[in-house]
């Protein structure tokens, strides 16, 4: 696995942990749903970019 792919995964997990843990640490206070729902937004498109940088380079 090349580096840059591995750093790209590594930042796809990493993103997928933070979608998990912040809502249930930090936004635990925030009482309206679109908190957690803007954070999971947010998250959502970075991992769509991530993807998209790790896939660009591949070829049949």
């Known amino acids: 696995m090349k580096r840059s ?4 995964v590594s930042f796809i997990v990493f993103l ?3 979608a998990y843990i912040l ?3 930090i ?3 925030v009482k309206m749903w ?6 999971w937004g947010i998250i ?4 769509i970019f991530a993807n998209w ?3 660009k380079g591949w070829e049949k």
């Open 44 to 47: 959502a498109l970075l991992a």
């Open 34 to 39: 679109y908190g957690s729902f803007l954070l």
């Open 27 to 29: 936004l635990t206070e």
């Open 23 to 25: 809502p249930y640490t």
């Open 16 to 18: 997928i942990l933070l």
């Open 5 to 8: 792919t591995f750093l790209g």
């Open 53 to 55: 940088a790790i896939t």
